[in-house]
């Protein structure tokens, strides 16, 4: 064969196998990829039409520009795989519904925000093999595998202003549900590999209760399944159609499953809406690693001779410098780095994993104030010295397990997040507040005339969550300090009281829940002598008009 023509067909071989890997034009978004925040990702996905993200920012440090090499997937023997994209479009089952109006609206903006999804792949990269492979083995549709991208961007650290978190954004009682840890050392609802399993399983048992309409299930993954049925039985009465389209559904919800299907036509026709999708090949992104009991993190960074924070990206779901006393221990590591900590685990001694320390114990200490003091907790405390409650004596000596790095090192961990979230300016003026018995985020709103949400964002929290007594609370203010004590009493224009009629399966806790308030404040504007309501009741509350959205199911 002359070599001309063996180099033209050899050409052609080659640009079809880079094709396949990246569909689409060639033409690149300019838009340079910033360090993402939950505030631009709140921009980036319409959070004002329905996206259930808070707009709490996540630091600087959720930039995956540092370790993208180790993120990517290898080709072998230098030759390109097959792509997952490939893989995930002979898997689509759904009806596409290209025809609906906001399905449209929401294709015409994911086509128009080409840097957006860029980033999204990026995130993505390690862990779409994974997910697709569960998905395939279950025999569910692929279009599932791009829900984490509607559900959170793949922002392994994404937490709602609904008390959602991870990827796919469990609720805490839900995620319990599903088997999903969750304490002061680990969340599993940010285990990439566990949640992804309890997210299908949680899918497919919607999709049976909905005998297998998938637009409902994905609904209901969205709202509740109560939410929809409830929809169902009122166009029942009403004799209308009961298919997705035709519900009164929440704003939240009836934009979600069109973003889903907007992004399946996405990856059908790449270059029908001059998208180039990011190449990522059908093979493993990840190994995961069992270290057989609890080990340091920055050590097992250092075992597996990748940086902190990348372990931290692929194992989201540790809160702290280690993995749990009691397990899990499992970590998921890029390939190499997996081979490389299992080599060196082998040669580590048991004794090595963390380090300890003896700790002195002092007139008027407690347990309490130790464990905060070392980052762990009065639990492990009691199993490691052997102690039965709470009594300690001073001169005594405790052994401690203790960090092998300053915290400030251990940068993703949950208190360095969190600290790093309450020192980012926000104002003029920082007020630090120490939460006293019985403070709810309404009255803090109330004495230092911000809204709830925005406080709860500047402390990396939701308003459901619970406040502490002794937690530390930041308020930003834009007045000078002086101006600023002067208006914390402020009384807020947005502030209405309504009168609640009580329904039937009514309880304080849930109207407490439905009006962003505590139960405490209900019993402060209402006397309520007996303890369950009754319907027709009438009670009193005080709600911030501004504060006022729907929850995530």
């Not at 709140?42 to 995956?64: K, M, V």
């Not at 969205?222 to 298919?243: L, Y």
């Amino acid at each position: 064969m002359p070599i001309r023509i063996f180099y033209f067909i050899f050409t052609i071989l080659i640009t079809t196998t880079l094709s396949a890997c990246q569909p689409g034009s060639v033409k690149q978004d300019n838009a340079s990829i910033e360090i993402q925040t939950e505030e631009t990702l709140s921009e980036a996905i319409q959070s004002d039409e329905n996206q259930d993200l808070s707009e709490t920012e996540l630091p600087e440090f959720d930039d995956f520009d540092d370790f993208d090499m180790e993120f990517n997937s290898p080709a072998v023997n230098g030759l390109p795989h097959e792509t997952v994209w490939q893989h995930v479009r002979a898997g689509f089952k759904l009806e596409s519904h290209t025809d609906k109006k906001a399905l449209q609206s929401q294709l015409t903006w994911y086509a128009g925000h080409k840097s957006y999804i860029q980033r999204v792949m990026k995130r993505s990269d390690p862990f779409l093999h994974y997910i697709l492979s569960e998905a395939e083995d279950r025999g569910l549709p692929t279009e599932l595998v791009l829900l984490p991208i509607v559900e959170s961007a793949f922002q392994p650290f994404a937490y709602s202003h609904g008390r959602a978190a991870g990827i796919w954004q469990f609720i805490p009682a839900t995620g319990r549900l599903y088997g999903l840890k969750q304490d002061w050392w680990y969340d599993g609802r940010r285990d990439i590999y566990t949640s992804t399993q309890a997210a299908l399983k949680y899918l497919t048992n919607l999709n049976k209760l909905f005998k297998g309409d998938w637009l409902l299930a994905l609904a209901a993954y969205n709202s509740g399944s109560g939410t929809v049925q409830r929809a169902i039985r009122k166009n029942k009465k009403r004799n209308k159609p009961t298919d997705f389209w035709s519900l009164d559904l929440p704003k939240e919800t009836r934009s979600y499953v069109p973003k889903l299907l907007a992004l399946k036509e996405l990856i059908s026709h790449p270059q029908k809406y001059e998208i180039s999708l990011r190449c990522i090949p059908h093979v493993p992104g990840f190994k995961r690693v069992d270290a057989g009991s609890q080990i340091d993190l920055a050590l097992a960074a250092e075992l597996a001779e990748i940086k902190l924070d990348t372990l931290y990206n692929y194992n989201p779901a540790y809160n702290r410098w280690a993995t749990p006393p009691e397990g899990p221990h499992q970590l998921l590591l890029p390939a190499d780095a997996a081979d490389t900590l299992m080599a060196n685990l082998e040669n580590l001694d048991d004794k090595d994993r963390i380090r300890w320390q003896r700790h002195r114990i002092e007139s008027g200490e407690t347990l309490g104030h130790i464990a905060l003091k070392y980052d762990t907790t009065v639990k492990h405390l009691r199993k490691v010295n052997r102690i039965r409650g709470n009594n300690i004596r001073a001169g005594k000596h405790l052994l401690i397990p203790v960090a092998s790095r300053k915290r400030t090192d251990y940068a993703l961990s949950a208190g360095q997040r969190l600290s790093s979230i309450q020192n980012s300016s926000k104002g003029k003026t920082r007020i630090t507040y120490i939460v006293k018995k019985g403070d709810s985020f309404w009255e803090l709103s109330r004495k230092y005339d911000v809204g709830m949400h925005k406080l709860a964002k500047w402390n990396g929290m939701a308003i459901r969550d619970p406040l502490r007594q002794g937690q530390k609370i930041v308020v930003w203010k834009n007045n000078s300090p002086t101006q600023a004590r002067l208006s914390q009493r402020k009384p807020s224009d947005t502030i209405q009281s309504i009168s609640y009629t009580v329904r039937n399966g009514d309880s304080l806790s849930r109207i407490a829940s439905r009006y962003s308030v505590s139960v405490n404040d209900l019993h402060r504007w209402n006397v309520i002598k007996s303890k369950y309501l009754q319907p027709g009741q009438r009670i009193k509350v005080y709600i911030d008009i501004t504060e006022q959205t729907g929850g995530h199911g």
